[in-house]
């Protein structure tokens, strides 16, 4: 027994040890790649490029959406006003139980058409297509489709409408920044190698303030689950994706707001409707395609903020939402295997794959493990005290560092809250994260993996949904189911 | 150096005789608190930063005011008169020139302004020497700056201010500078488009290059674009030269690019060069590329296709008619409608007598597709 507690120790102290040099190295070349995207990509190439009516990429903009009637209004008219030359918007109502169809139809003037639709990726059936009369809308297609019962099921659907090379996956939950559609699109056209998957930053649009599908206000959540989700997404894109993508290792691409290339996706067979993390999953899919086809490729992620999004307001759909992705990142690892710690796929099975098995994979386990020997300790009275203070505060600075570095990193790309104490209050609530909010995170994600060994059955998308706030009007509230 | 010596052997003894595990954990937390230490003076210099930002602002609130009207008026004032309306002193600090600089190039982006006045206004505040100054800084963030103001003002300053830059730089700042030299130069604006301009560019750097042809007349562009286009090795800059002849509209002399269109082995080169001739509605084309379709790659065929729709008349048509009967692919038959449907003036018949053979099933959704396509 004494050595299985002296192994153990070593061992969580040198994972512990490797985790924060990996979260160092990450944050400086973050911090790097920060400064050189700023370098690259101003207003003045935001500007050229919007101009360039006659030479931009088109991009289609797929959002799927499941009893979404609460807020499908203001989320489709902030699609439809983005600023680029040349785009279309593609909404798939996944067969809506609620209003979400009618009030398009009624809303946006639609009406049926004849479309020869082509399955390119499988998908359950499409009813039918809608566009409107109204030249105003004239960039709105309407998807009706059986429900699939997963995104990655009307993804696909969407992706057969789309007529463009590129294409955004993002929610119909989603409000997408202006700026949203330029800013991803411009480091695909700076990089002389191909790039296949774009990724934006994103935020809780909890505590924003919305007019007509667009944020005339940008506040931090004033609830403390989203509060908590604003800095832990600052974190995972502006220091980790960031540092990430300087060495083109980014393993996923979010399925809340990512621009893909059309051809790659259908070519690897689309979104994949039986997986729980259909976006990392296509991600990798993507990149073991153009591994196995000795083809270059890029994977980018942007600083801006790009997208707002409707966190989990309360612990019930915190869990939904962290058990779902428990739940992928195990079945991601499962099906994707064969590439573990395979050289023939390079970077991909020799760092992503490896890190997001011993970091992401192992993380829940090991903290869990890690806390049940500490009270065995205790009980046993083996607890040096003088140590265990130290390790208290090595564990406890891996995270207050980490977020206010990356508090740091968001103000120096653009100051999105007007005052310095909406800042501030980001900055206190990270340093009680370690206590309130990551036990539960790694509690939910260990649900995910059980649920996944048990093979239980799940759906997607249903989310209480809060609506926005309107800038002159109060917020509004209902349940869908 | 002594200093940090004598730390690092105090805090060396300090350890003296501690496992490892417990000088490697303080090694992190002391990098950690770094880190923290680090980020909260750089939160702290933001929002001083925005504060400072936002007085420099208001200070010159009279000056922009001024400046507004200067830019409104359809008079042009003399220099005297906007010296004494802009009150701003001399020397013009260094902020100022930058806050001036990026208000004057936002406001000619977004609206027309008097240019007589705004050309004094930038003399008077020496903006483009500044910049031109900045353009030789060693620090690249200031020289992306400078080039990014430069290519703003290029209506107001010469040529020669960037020419030794785009000259002597290759990558980065060089090729932008290039693309802005291409775009003001008045004697010899295409030597680096004739050059080594096509040398590893991005679709960045394309789009540039073409934001500056576009600033000049098309009949001056076309014989560079050609010469160019037919000369250079480097296939992906000959498709972007040969797509930028396409935009200027002109025809004279582009026959040239048939026989690149017979020489050329390269799929994508070929397709170009039948999208643009195409767009330009080059009829003497057309037998060339009927004659070939049959033997070209699918991206070939597609670019026919749609140059035929583009083309029009008889010939078009009866090919378009042809291949519909043999579309190897749902989507080419799509596009197939769509370029006979869009013939003027003859091609509705020919689509209405095809849509009377096809009353029921996928196609005739297409006929339906086409025609609402076309409302």
């Known amino acids: ?481 | 150096m002594e200093t940090i010596e004598y730390y690092y052997y105090y805090l060396a003894t300090l350890f003296t005789g501690f496992p490892l595990v417990i000088k490697i954990a303080v090694v992190l937390i002391l990098i950690m608190a770094s880190l923290y230490v680090i980020s909260w003076f750089s939160i702290g210099k933001g929002f001083y930063n925005k504060n400072v930002e936002r007085r420099r602002k208001k200070s010159l609130e009279t000056i922009v005011e001024n400046i507004d009207y200067l830019l409104s008026t359809e008079d042009v004032v003399s220099e005297q008169e906007i010296l004494s309306r802009l009150e701003i002193g001399n020397p013009v600090k260094e902020w100022k020139k930058i806050y001036l600089s990026e208000y004057l190039m936002y406001e000619i982006d977004l609206r027309p302004v008097n240019e007589s006045n705004l050309a004094t206004m930038i003399g008077i505040l020496g903006l483009a020497e500044y910049w031109e100054n900045q353009l030789e800084s060693g620090d690249v963030t200031k020289r992306w700056r400078a080039i990014r103001m430069l290519d703003s003002m290029s209506d107001f300053v010469p040529a020669s201010v960037i020419s030794k830059h785009a000259t002597l730089s290759r990558e980065g700042v060089g090729k932008y500078a290039k693309a802005v030299f291409t775009k003001f130069e008045s004697h010899d604006a295409f030597k680096f488009l004739e050059e080594d301009l096509g040398e590893n560019l991005s679709d960045l750097d394309k789009l540039r290059i073409h934001n500056s042809l576009k600033e000049r007349p098309a009949e001056e562009v076309l014989p560079h674009l050609l010469r160019t286009a037919m000369n250079t090795t480097n296939e992906n800059y000959q498709q972007f030269l040969i797509k930028e002849i396409g935009f200027l509209g002109r025809t004279d002399g582009v026959d040239a690019l048939i026989d690149l269109y017979k020489s050329s082995p390269n799929a994508n080169v070929r397709a170009e060069i039948v999208h643009t001739l195409g767009n330009l509605n080059f009829q003497e084309a057309l037998p060339v590329f009927i004659k070939d379709y049959n033997f070209v790659k699918p991206i070939v065929q597609d670019a026919i296709i749609d140059a035929a729709g583009k083309i029009g008349g008889k010939e078009s048509l009866d090919f378009l008619e042809k291949i519909y009967h043999h579309a190897p692919n749902k989507e080419t038959l799509i596009k197939i409608l769509m370029n006979i449907y869009k013939i003027e003036g003859i091609g509705t018949p020919v689509f209405n007598r095809l849509k009377a053979q096809n009353k029921n099933g996928f196609n005739n959704t297409v006929f339906s597709f086409v025609e609402n396509q076309h409302i």
Request: hydrophobic letters at 45%; charged letters at 20%.
């Open chain 1, 1 to 481: 027994m004494e050595i299985v507690t002296y192994v153990f120790q070593y061992v969580i102290f040198f994972y512990t040890f490797f985790l924060i040099s990996f979260y160092i190295l990450l944050a400086f070349f973050a911090y790097f790649n920060n400064v050189r995207h700023r370098l690259r990509y101003t207003e003045k190439e935001e500007n050229i490029l919007k101009m360039s009516t006659d030479i931009a990429p088109g991009i289609s903009v797929v959002a799927p959406a499941y009893n979404e009637e609460v807020i499908i209004l203001d989320n489709v008219r902030s699609f439809l006003n983005l600023e680029y030359p040349t785009f279309e918007v593609v909404i798939v109502n996944d067969g809506s139980k609620d209003k979400t169809l009618e009030l398009l139809i009624d809303n946006f003037d639609l009406e049926p058409i004849s479309f020869p639709y082509l399955q390119k990726l499988h998908c359950q059936p499409v009813k039918q297509i809608y566009r409107s009369r109204n030249p105003e809308f004239s960039k709105l297609t309407v998807v009706d489709k059986v429900n699939g019962g997963t995104k990655a099921d009307a993804i696909n659907a969407g992706i057969n409408i789309a007529k463009y090379d590129y294409f955004i996956n993002t929610d119909v939950d989603c409000i997408l920044s202006k700026q949203a559609l330029v800013r991803t699109m411009l480091p695909v056209l700076g990089s002389k190698t191909p790039v296949i998957a774009v990724g934006g930053t994103m935020r809780m649009v909890n505590g924003c303030e919305v007019s007509h599908g667009e944020i005339t206000r940008v506040r931090p959540p004033s609830k403390i689950i989203p509060l908590f989700q604003e800095t832990e997404y600052l974190r995972s894109y502006l220091v980790a994706k960031m540092g990430w993508s300087l060495f083109n290792l980014i393993p996923n691409v979010s399925g809340g707001f990512g621009l893909f290339k059309t051809d790659i996706v259908i070519k690897v067979g689309g979104y994949d409707p039986l997986s729980h993390a259909e976006d990392m999953d296509i991600t990798i899919r993507m990149a073991t395609y153009m591994r196995e086809n000795r083809k270059k490729y890029k994977i980018i992620q942007v600083p801006e903020t790009c997208v707002w999004t409707e966190g989990p307001p309360n612990l019930k759909v915190l869990q939904r939402q962290r058990s779902r992705w428990g739940r992928g990142l195990f079945q991601v690892l499962a099906v994707h295997r064969k590439i573990l710690f395979n050289p023939r796929y390079g970077r991909l099975g020799m760092i992503i794959l490896p890190y997001a098995l011993f970091f992401e994979f192992f993380a829940p386990w090991i903290e869990l493990t890690g806390i049940c020997f500490l009270i065995f300790l205790l009980l046993t009275r083996q607890v040096n005290f003088e140590t265990f203070w130290l390790m208290l505060i090595l564990v406890y600075m891996i995270g207050i560092t980490f977020s206010i570095v990356t508090i740091a990193f968001d103000l120096t790309i653009r100051k999105l809250y007007r005052k310095n104490r909406e800042y501030l209050k980001l900055i206190l609530f990270s340093s009680l994260e370690a206590f309130l909010y990551h036990p539960l995170i790694v509690i939910f994600s260990l649900r995910g993996y059980w649920q996944f060994l048990t093979r239980k059955n799940f759906s997607w998308g249903e989310m209480t949904r809060q609506g926005h706030i309107q800038s002159s009007s109060a917020p509004t509230s209902t349940t869908t189911t």
